[in-house]
């Protein structure tokens, strides 16, 4: 059962906030999980960790040595490094060389390298309340007039990062950081394949304005599930009743 109680020992987040905005069942299945990252969330932590905090690599990742596991001795060599790399993650050679590149690309270009220079903290943990719920998370960067988030993606052409941004509820996550720091937001976004395009957007107040919406809808409806421990319903607590299945929106 979810309390104030205990949300005060695990707050809540944009990520479970967002499990929360698909179905009660959700954020109590992502309080439990132990979901394994992919392959292209391990490479954007990697450039995370290269543009923002370098320092730390090797605290949280491993870099996987190039061995031949068929032999003795590179069986040897694979099972020490699985022993010495607990707790951390595991990096291909070729990863963290395209990583590197792309950081050094970003950092070397003055418009996008004073965007993450201009930052006075990174992965900043913040602590606070929002509508009487605690909240907790990391900020990328922040600079004195902004907040930076750094993406990730495949196809940042601006009309798929629009639909993707949405998709994702980025609006829940800009709007929370905008009410913590009373600051607007600037996402530097990164392509993980070629040409590796670049691009730096601002949040737009409209879109500030949504996210804040929704995040004050997803809270009273948090305190709801709290008061009535509905914590086992699944798609039916936010539909409010039976699901119809009408046409898609494109179909004349």
């Known amino acids: 059962m979810i309390t104030l109680e205990t949300l005060q020992q695990r707050p809540l987040s944009y990520s479970s906030l967002k499990e929360f905005a698909k179905s009660p069942a959700h ?14 969330m391990i490479f954007g932590s990697v450039l995370h960790c290269l543009l923002l905090n370098k320092q730390d690599f090797d605290s949280q990742f491993a870099v996987m040595p190039n061995v031949d596991r068929r032999t003795t ?44 220079s201009d930052c006075q903290s ?52 800009a709007a929370v950081y905008n009410m913590i720091t009373n600051k607007p937001v600037k996402y530097l976004i990164v392509e993980t394949k070629s040409p590796y395009n670049i691009i730096v957007a601002d949040a737009s107040q409209e879109y500030i304005d949504l996210g804040k919406k929704v995040v004050s809808d997803l809270i009273g ?26 046409l898609p929106y494109w179909v004349k």
């Not at 409806?221 to 009408?246: A, R």
């Open 73 to 116: 001795k590179g069986k040897e060599t694979y099972e020490e490094f699985l022993r010495t790399s607990e707790g951390k993650e595991i990096v291909q050679e070729s990863e963290l060389e395209d990583a590197t590149r792309l950081a050094e690309k970003i950092l070397s270009q003055n418009h996008f390298g004073k965007i993450v």
């Open 122 to 173: 990174f992965e900043q943990e913040f602590r606070a309340e929002i509508n009487g719920l605690p909240f907790r998370g990391f900020i990328d960067g922040e600079a004195p007039s902004y907040v930076l988030e750094v993406k990730t993606a495949s196809d940042a052409s601006p009309k798929t990062i629009i639909n993707n941004f949405y998709d994702r509820g980025y609006h829940i996550q």
């Open 27 to 40: 954020y109590i299945a992502y309080l439990n999980g132990d979901k394994t990252p992919s392959k292209e």
């Open 221 to 246: 409806k948090f305190n709801s599930c709290m008061e009535n421990n509905l914590w086992d319903m699944g798609y039916e607590f936010h539909l409010g009743g039976n699901f119809e299945i009408s």
